[in-house]
């Protein structure tokens, strides 16, 4: 999680965020222009002006004589939003000219009937659907085109039992979300009319390309008309007069907004925007500030940054300030209203110097947030498996070797040692680091009273004892026990009669060594206290200075470097 955390916290990159300390704000949301309407980003056509918007009518499937899920021709011909110039009689030459170009679907396959979870089955059908919206003058000539969709963008369809319904027009996604497939009756059926079938995924298709075409040529060409008038939130009026600054930059964004509405969209507005997205960035703390603050502060940031035509800086603002709204507050529906439109607008604005443009529709807010919910559940789930396969290498899982018994028997074969469990379970196992199977020629375990040592992997590992602490094997003799833990450790350097262990079980590192062959934790060897104290009095009182003045870190180099300090010291 602390991974996820930061990929969110270095969302506000180039920011230097600190806390505003200020009392209740009292923000309240204003409309920072009584226009609700936009010049074309591309050339907007003047009303002396006259223009045709031209697709066909007639596909690989489908043709205007049909009526596809109650929709007829007039329907799909609809005009693109706003226009202020004329649209052209049919016998005269347009000034503009729009042309959808497209031959319909191309289909790579039909596929079998499949079970569907819901009950019964379903086919899918993946098919390529190039289309292109080119723009040409009242000589022919070609000005601009935009890339619809490319013949190499492979689609998905689902064919299920609504998909000819007339009531399905409302969703025109051509894969469907269905209760239940086709049964086993009337699966042949489908078969027999699959032209059918194709022909509503063609219009489907086809319906969304004339609508993006048209949106296309109104954000372009014409003067488009947002739902709702811009908002952004100011300082209650009580405490308008204790924040001069604040005030002073809220006004100069309604100023800058006001304009964004009632001239063409050009570099030096979007440039001041963006500053003022930056000003309103700059003072406040995502993780520490109020409501208030974060009302105030957030809101303008995400609003002159979308302005500004810097939607990812605008989206995160929006979804730090999201959060503190009420369902029925207004801020938020206007910035999600005019997301997807503002951030296209500003696409077609970054292009209109380009001939050939490949079109990228805007994601809504709430399309963004599904990604990156997705994006984020991948990547947990990512380090997850990274965990795992981490948890698993410390695992010994069938490798060739052998175990020195502590008869002196050699048993070679197949060596598996479980040190940690992989995936989490409610289950103890209390075999962990205990135990050692051998599959050769038959399989046989080993507790570490029974074994010397083990090979295995080119690593040895050993029997080691912990001593448990006095409370412990008080209890451990009351319950009539082992006063000790011993479990398996891989040996990592020897220098005499000491030798270093790592734990595969908590990675932990464990000293051996010194008169009496005593275990103890390394980390309780750097740390100090009475176990380390009683360490070094039974073996090496010098060394315990080396290791008071700092001389030992907890690096596996170092301890090979305390296990030569105390092999020198005990010989």
């Known amino acids: 999680m602390k991974t996820l955390n930061k990929i969110l916290l270095v969302a506000f990159l180039g920011c230097l965020l600190h806390q505003v300390s200020y009392a209740q704000l009292n923000p309240s949301r204003v409309n920072a222009s009584d226009s ?23 596909l690989q499937f489908w043709n205007s004589e049909m009526r596809t899920g109650g929709t007829s021709w007039g329907m799909l011909s609809r005009s693109p939003q706003r226009m202020r110039a004329r649209e052209a009689r049919r016998d005269a030459t347009p000034d503009y000219t729009f042309t959808l170009i497209t031959n319909g679907m191309s ?8 079970n569907f979870s819901g009950g019964g089955r379903v086919i899918e059908v993946t098919y390529t659907f190039p289309a292109v919206l080119q723009v040409s003058d009242n000589n022919g000539a070609i000005l601009k085109s935009f890339e619809i969709s490319s013949e190499e963008n492979v689609r998905t369809a689902t064919i299920h039992p609504t998909l000819l319904n007339d009531v399905a027009l409302g969703v025109r996604s051509t894969v469907i979300p269905v209760a239940s497939g086709f049964n086993a009756n009337n699966i042949e ?40 008038r811009p908002a952004i939130m100011e300082v209650g009026r009580r405490q308008r007069t204790q924040f001069p600054e604040l005030n002073a930059k809220v006004d100069e964004l309604k100023s800058a907004i006001d304009e964004y509405f009632s001239t063409p969209l050009n570099d030096d507005l979007m440039n001041r925007l963006i500053q003022l997205g930056e000003y309103f960035e700059s003072n406040y703390d995502p993780e520490n500030a109020s409501n208030d603050v974060l009302q105030l502060y957030a809101s303008n940031a995400a609003m002159a940054f979308l302005l500004g035509g810097n939607s990812d800086c605008a989206y995160r603002h929006y979804r730090v300030v999201s959060p503190t709204f009420g369902l029925l507050a207004t801020f938020p529906a206007v910035f999600q209203d005019y997301y997807p439109d503002i951030t296209d607008m500003h696409n077609l604005y970054r292009t209109r110097n380009d001939r050939e443009v490949v079109d990228v529709p805007a994601a809504t807010v709430s399309e963004r947030t599904e990604m990156e919910r997705k994006a ?17 290498a410390r695992n010994i899982t069938d490798v060739p070797g052998y175990v020195m018994t502590a008869d002196g028997n050699k048993v070679e074969g197949n060596i598996s040692i479980k040190f940690v469990e992989v995936t989490p379970t409610q289950i103890v196992d ?30 040895r590992f050993e029997p080691v004892t912990i001593p448990a602490s006095v409370g412990m094997r008080a209890l451990s003799a009351l319950a009539g026990g082992s006063a000790a833990n011993t479990f398996f450790m891989e040996v990592i350097y020897r220098n005499g009669n000491s030798t270093a262990f790592i734990s595969p079980l908590n990675e932990m590192y464990f000293v051996k060594g010194g008169k009496d062959g005593r275990v103890i934790a390394y980390s309780a060897v750097l740390r100090g206290g009475r176990e380390a104290d009683r360490f070094f009095v039974d073996n090496c009182p010098e060394l315990q200075t080396r290791v008071s003045a700092g001389e030992f870190t907890s690096s596996k180099e170092s301890l090979i470097s305390f296990i030569d300090a105390l092999a020198g010291c005990t010989e």
């Open 36 to 58: 609700r309407d936009l010049h074309g980003v591309i050339n907007p056509l003047e009303a002396t002006q006259t223009w045709a918007f031209v697709h066909p009518n007639q």
């Open 107 to 114: 289909v790579v396959n039909v596929g079998e009937p499949v």
């Open 189 to 228: 059926a489908v078969t027999a009319n699959m032209d059918a079938y194709l022909a509503r995924i063609e219009f489907n298709t086809y319906f969304d390309f004339v609508a993006r075409a048209a949106t296309i040529i109104g954000y372009g060409y014409g003067f488009p008309r947002l739902t709702y």
């Open 376 to 392: 984020l559940e991948e990547m947990r789930q990512q380090q997850v498996a990274a965990n795992q396969q981490e948890l698993a």
């Open 430 to 459: 209390t075999d962990l680091a205990r135990l050692v199977w051998v599959r050769g020629g038959r399989a046989q375990s080993f507790r570490p009273n029974a074994v010397s040592y083990i090979m295995a992997d080119g690593k």
